[in-house]
């Protein structure tokens, strides 16, 4: 069988098969043989070429929504996205990231609004300050994750929010 | 001196804490609703209830500390950093109820507290320090008269709190256009932070390193200064990463700066820890910045270079013990520390606090390193307070061999559930002016500002290889905490749990599902059972 991920540095194909214990995958045109232990919530990996010249790996698996996974390793989190046959309907039934259609900017904590930089109908570029949030005992800038027009200022100065409340819509 | 109240919470309670239990002190913990399950609570021999969590209504609140230590027969309390510890009020309310505050006197902390006469005893004690105002700016003096005054010191300047700290209340300003909104923020910051808005302005130094001497002085007339501690690479004034010895402060330097910040101690007979703040220029010279008249949140990279306990002596000191440590043990650096304030934020998306709860948390060990910390597995990390988890410390024999080590430490520290700023120091500690010790302290600053938002997550293609593996057999073999059964967790996010063993997989139910998931096409192609 055959898994398509995405990875920030691209996108993977990897075919899986099961070799007795152990896997036998072909990634990127290369076959690798991948040895799974389970280990207290982690895994090990051993992965190499052949079983006499493996790299040992320790990762840690996390699922977020709509095949979102962050792989634990070296100290890094990994995004890496499945496409699956399951969550690709999930993705079609609720497209809400992808870079072009509305998108709401929210409060990623509880905290008052310090400063709107923005007012509706204008025109931002990507990464342009949007709101300030004073939160954790910090002042922190929302910015744009991307161009676009404010179609919607749903704050004002002074007032509190909750974690996840809209403040900004950008068309 | 007997009992010991910590008036604080997170990772310097816990740390005063085993200071104490070193010493055979019994320990009190207070703690606000949203702290009740904290770690500093557990540490604690006793704790008690001081208030709901906003810190207004319960660290913050003098009366029901006062209470709390009476309550449970303290006779001392430790301050920590933050909250009440720089508040003089607080210390002299400890006098007054007969409780020993540990930390200098009511006055002292008055004295250094205010920026401004901080400056003037400085220069007293002949001690250089940057140009600036020599009085407050209250909140009524109008906005001309400061321009005017940011005029004759040259721009750019700083404008600063005067009962300034960490950063806060702190704007640069490079004109007089700019002024009155600055003006305007740091009073409004300063206000909310310590409840004081007044200013003052200072001339920005051009590229200066930030170089504090850290200083314990007993009540018998001993004031001993440690090897400088540098920490120039701040984010927005706060401090991020800090070492000692100095990469740039030489001999000759260290004995200045010691004598000097040893000097601005002695003339105003000031006693415990306590730390000075000194800018150095990029002609090698230093300015007198101001005095910190707590324990900070870096002493442990002092602690590792010198195998001195600073709070240990704290307490020794406030129980009126004689600082018989030999200078020299303080003045010659033995080897090099590294100090990593591991927060929770996400580098990846400016730095934007990410508060919430730990899934897993692995902390690093091994030769050298050190980490101070509170946070757990299972640990919320409230919205209400500083988001330090922990301080990450590495010692090495010389400063290659400590960064070799923090690099080891930082591979090793796991941290799931909540984004932190490990990622941002795996990037920082490969950065070749990091290395070669060529910063200031708007280097970082001006960094993030050249990347532009980009991310500090550098994931190289071998360790992607890695990840997507581990993503696709985990969709193949793992079940979701949940889907299971077995559980009772709620679907959804989760970790995924490794079931992984080739055999007791093969008696699993492989009937006629219909096929819904990779899973189902596994089972289909035999891959599972």
Known sequence: MTCDLETPGGRRTIELRRRGSAWEMTLDGRILSVDVTATGGRWSLLIGPDTSSRRSYEVAVERRSNGERIVYVNGLAVPVSIVDPRERLVQRRGNVSDGTGPRSIVSPMPGRIVKVLVREGDVVAAQQGLVVVEAMKMENELRAPRAGQVSAVKVVEGMSVEAKAVLVTLA | ?529
């Open chain 2, 1 to 529: 001196m007997r009992k010991i109240l910590i008036a604080n919470r997170g990772e310097i309670a816990v740390r005063v804490m085993r200071a104490c239990r070193d010493m055979s002190l019994a320990t009190v913990a207070v703690y606000s609703e949203c702290d009740r399950a904290a770690r500093h609570v557990r540490v604690a021999d006793e704790a008690i209830a001081i208030g709901p969590s906003p810190p207004g209504e319960s660290y913050l609140r003098i009366d029901r500390i006062i209470d709390a230590a009476r309550a449970s027969g303290a006779d001392a309390i430790h301050p920590g950093y933050g909250f009440l510890s720089e508040n003089e009020d607080f210390a002299a309310a400890c006098r007054d109820a007969g409780i020993t505050f540990i930390g200098p006197t009511a006055e002292a902390i008055t004295l250094m507290g205010s920026k401004t006469a901080a400056r003037r005893a400085a220069m007293a004690a002949g001690v250089p320090v940057v140009p600036g105002t020599e009085e407050p700016l209250a909140a009524d003096v109008p906005d001309a008269l400061i321009v005017e005054r940011a005029r004759q010191i040259g721009f750019p300047v700083m404008v600063k709190a005067v009962a300034g700290g960490g950063g806060k209340g702190m704007r640069v300003v490079s004109s007089p256009a700019d002024l009155p909104s600055a003006i305007r923020a740091a009073r409004s910051e300063a206000g909310a932070a310590f409840g004081d808005s007044t200013i003052y302005l200072e001339r920005r130094l051009e590229r200066p390193r930030h170089i504090e001497v850290q200083l314990l002085a007993d009540h018998h007339g001993t004031v001993l200064a440690c090897v400088e501690r540098e920490c120039s690479i701040q984010r927005r004034h706060q401090k991020v990463i800090e070492e000692t010895p100095s990469p740039v402060v030489s001999p000759e330097q260290r004995a200045r700066l010691t004598a000097a910040a040893a000097a601005v101690a002695a003339s105003v007979g000031y006693t415990n820890a306590g730390t000075v703040e000194f800018l150095l220029d990029e002609q090698g010279r230093f300015y007198f910045l101001e005095v910190n008249t707590r324990i900070q949140v870096e002493h442990p990279v002092t602690e590792m270079i010198t195998g001195v306990d600073l709070v240990a002596w704290q307490i020794r000191i406030a129980r009126g013990e004689r600082l018989d440590v030999p200078a020299d043990q303080l003045l010659v650096p033995r080897g090099h520390a590294i100090e990593c304030r591991v927060y929770a934020e996400d580098p990846d998306a400016g730095f934007l606090p990410s508060p919430g709860r730990i899934t897993s948390l692995r902390i690093p060990s091994g030769p050298g390193i050190r980490d101070d910390g509170w946070a757990e597995t299972g640990t919320d990390v409230p919205v209400f307070y500083d988001p330090l988890i922990s301080k990450l410390i590495a010692w090495g024999a010389d400063r290659p061999q400590a960064i070799a080590r923090m690099r080891r430490a930082l591979m090793e520290y796991e941290v799931r559930g909540i984004r932190t700023s490990l990622p941002f120091f795996q990037w920082m500690l490969r950065q070749p002016s990091f290395v070669s010790a060529e910063f200031h302290t708007e280097f970082l600053d001006e960094l993030l500002q050249r990347r532009a938002g980009e991310g500090f997550s550098e994931i190289d293609p071998s360790l992607e290889e890695v990840a997507a593996i581990a993503a696709c057999i985990a969709d193949v073999e793992g079940e979701l905490a949940g889907r299971s059964g077995s559980t009772g967790a709620p679907a959804g996010e989760g970790t995924l749990k490794p079931v992984l063993s080739a055999s007791a997989r093969v008696a699993a139910d492989s009937s006629d599902r219909p096929v819904r998931s990779w899973k189902d096409r596994a089972r289909l192609e035999g891959l599972r059972g």
